[in-house]
């Protein structure tokens, strides 16, 4: 829907926000906009540590699950917001 | 497992026959050593002769133990790549290049990872379906309000000179600018016509919580009344849109710093008044200028209402501009009343029609053009309503006065706004009531005299609203024409007004509310910008007000002596 569409160019253009990527279950993106090898690259990575972190979750406690994801690096910040069966990534400067 | 067979030459017990018996049967072992023995012992039982007997090797296949181990969620993949790496392990060294070629082809399998790409239509089903859009919803709502805090975690105090964030500190009895909300997309060229902060209930019991299946964001917003951060506005039409919806309603939240709303409803007509429904956690109700009544519930995902009254002559035909909830919770009904003076009160879960309707006139000629309508604090029955001429009634729903039953002159033009004194405390004042009006000014009333104790003509301009502080007894807020926010605090000055303030821009506010907690007050204006302001000192009520303001009404009443009409009843509580 043009809701969608709507609702993400206006999140690119906060201030600080430098791509939204949404990937499916499987990791491969839905909607993104960013280039096409970042977006491939930072699906692939994504979905790969969500896995991982899930599955630590869950091995610490069987009931627990995985509800959100902050990576913080010295020049970006990537939030992940996953879900049964997408997942949401926003790539933002927080500095900026 | 080797069980060895070793048959002795005594006759195995339960396959004896009786040795009279001439012929000899065959048992059901048919083992031949066995038969061999047999046959011997037949023929000569008393010799016990000992010889080698066949070994029967049998094997049993080892116990399956069956185990369980926990499940852990890692992807196929990861496991093909170890079950192959195993494999390499165990192969050895094949033909050295073989070798080599398998490996990559599996180390570039496993990091392409998923080498195939969906095609466009596919993404196009996929963003249009269902379930993503629910997905979607609830992740962007969650990703707007992180983006929202910028909290350096890395900040470091020594290094940077702090720069002294001045605020609009003016002393602790003003008001200072807190926030401001307003949406490019739906709030633009539209008048505010309604604001409603979500109820403070005091009674936890009284909060339905949602289960807990529920995904950790629509848990947290189902349920309205613990979080009163939660401000609706209703907007009106935008001329400049008219593909546009014409009414719309949008819950802003105070809590975070996100600068969108957190719901946004639609309907089609121009929402002309709206409330959080007290006692159904989930609901908002509008009236809107056909007469409709809408119902939006925030479990659901559509925008638009999911509850619609119809538009027939039992219900109202004409702009619906108050909207209210009173009863408790087990017994509860919305009232309404519409401009044409007719009242309606509905069944919040039967919206096809009334519960039950009449007709508000006074004296039996024309119905009263109602704008306004107010219940006192505590009451079901009585309330008090403001009409188009400027004249004020009270009315009941029920009883031998059923309708409208006093009147109250005084207004010069259409009364716009009017509150109940709602401040609990030593003291009762419930029978105070403040009136606005297009006379540019605001009157004090009792419920028990006819005529006004007191006017504040301190305006130069249409007044739009007035309401009293929930927490403190003299305090009230009014909104004008001009762009002016007043508080007025009866206790310190009848004259003026206490503190104001003038909007940025100067629009003409059309509406104020203040918080349930009594120390913020949003105002709404004409261009559809909300505006939350902080009152500070000024907003705490102190034990000794309500005696104060005791005082203060009797000295209002001792210099508003001449021409003072003692009023006929008190009414029927």
Not at chain 2, 6 to 28: D, F, G, I, M
Not at chain 2, 29 to 55: C, F, M, Y
Not at chain 2, 432 to 445: A, E, I, N, P
Not at chain 2, 535 to 550: I, K, R, T
Request: hydrophobic fraction near 35%; charged fraction near 20%.
């Amino acid at each position: 829907m043009a809701e969608v569409e709507e609702t993400i160019k206006r999140i690119q253009s906060q201030k600080g926000v430098q791509g939204i990527i949404i990937v499916n279950a499987e990791g491969i993106p839905i909607k993104s906009t960013l280039d096409n090898s970042s977006t491939v690259q930072y699906a692939g990575n994504v979905h790969q540590l969500l896995m991982k972190a899930r599955g630590m979750v869950r091995d610490i406690d069987p009931q627990n699950d995985l509800t959100f994801l902050r990576v913080r690096s010295k020049k970006n910040e990537i939030m992940i917001a996953p879900d049964k069966d997408y997942f949401l990534i926003v790539v933002q400067n927080p500095t900026e | 497992m080797r069980v060895v067979n070793l048959a002795c030459s005594l006759p195995p017990v339960p396959c004896v026959t009786p040795p009279a018996a001439p012929s000899r049967t065959l048992q059901w072992d048919t083992d031949p050593s066995v038969l061999q023995l047999q046959a011997d012992s037949e023929l000569g039982r008393r010799t016990h002769r000992l010889g080698p007997s066949k070994i029967t090797q049998v094997d049993f296949l080892p116990r399956e133990v069956v185990s369980y181990c926990k499940e852990t969620q890692t992807p196929l993949a990861a496991h093909q790549s170890e079950d192959e790496e195993e494999e390499e392990e165990v192969t050895e060294q094949k033909a050295g290049p073989e070798n080599d070629l398998q490996e990559e082809e599996e180390s570039k399998d496993t990091k392409e990872g998923h080498p195939r790409e969906l095609t466009e239509e596919e993404k196009q089903q996929v963003l249009h379906s269902e379930e993503f859009l629910i997905f979607f919803d609830r992740s962007i709502r969650v990703m707007e309000r992180a983006l929202a805090e910028d909290s350096n975690i890395f900040f470091d105090y020594s290094g940077r000179d702090l720069e002294e964030k001045e605020g609009d500190l003016q002393g602790g009895s003003s008001l200072s600018l807190n926030r401001l909300f307003y949406d490019e997309h739906w709030s633009k060229h539209r008048v505010i016509t309604c604001l409603d902060w979500s109820p403070q209930l005091y009674h936890p019991l009284l909060c339905s919580l949602s289960l807990s299946h529920l995904s950790p964001v629509s848990t947290l917003l189902s349920s309205y009344f613990q979080y009163p951060e939660l401000l609706v506005a209703s907007y009106n039409n935008n001329e400049d849109a008219p593909h546009e919806p014409d009414g719309v309603a949008l819950v802003w939240n105070m809590k975070f710093k996100k600068t969108t709303p957190e719901y946004i409803y639609h309907c089609q007509s121009p929402v002309v008044s709206v409330g959080f429904a007290r006692f159904h956690p989930n609901l908002l109700v509008g009236g809107t200028y056909s007469g409709q009544i809408v119902l939006w519930d925030n479990r659901s995902h559509r925008r638009t209402p999911v509850q619609r009254t119809p538009l027939s002559a039992a219900a109202h035909t004409h702009p619906v501009y108050c909207v209210n909830v009173v009863g408790t919770q087990n017994a509860n009904n919305l009232i309404t009343v519409s401009t044409d003076g007719r009242m309606c009160s509905w069944n919040l879960d039967m919206l096809s029609q009334p519960q039950e309707s009449m007709e508000l006139v006074y004296n039996k000629s024309k119905p009263v053009a109602v704008t306004g309508m107010a219940f006192p604090t505590g009451d079901v029955n009585n309330y008090i309503v403001g009409s188009e001429e400027g004249t004020v009634y009270t009315a009941s729903r029920h009883g031998s006065k059923a309708g409208i039953c006093e009147m109250f002159e005084g207004h010069q033009g259409p009364v716009t706004g009017i509150s109940c004194h709602s401040a609990v405390g030593p003291v009762d004042f419930s029978h105070l009531f403040v009136t606005s009006s297009f006379d540019w000014t605001v009157k004090l009333w009792s419920t028990k005299q006819n005529k006004p104790l007191y006017s504040f003509e301190d305006n130069a301009d249409y007044v739009y609203d007035v309401m009293w502080s929930p927490v403190h007894p003299s305090l009230f807020a009014a909104v004008d024409g001009m762009g002016r926010l007043d508080l007025w605090n009866l206790n310190n000055d009848t004259e003026v007004p206490t503190a104001s303030v003038t909007i940025e821009g100067a629009p003409a506010l059309n509406r104020v509310r203040w918080a349930a907690g009594g120390k913020e007050v949003a105002v709404g204006d004409s261009e559809g910008r909300v505006w939350i302001y902080d009152v500070g000192e000024l907003a705490v009520p102190h034990s000794e007000d309500w005696a104060h303001f005791g005082h203060t009404l009797m000295e209002i009443r001792a210099n508003h002596g001449d021409g003072e009409e003692e009023g006929p009843v008190e009414l029927a509580t």
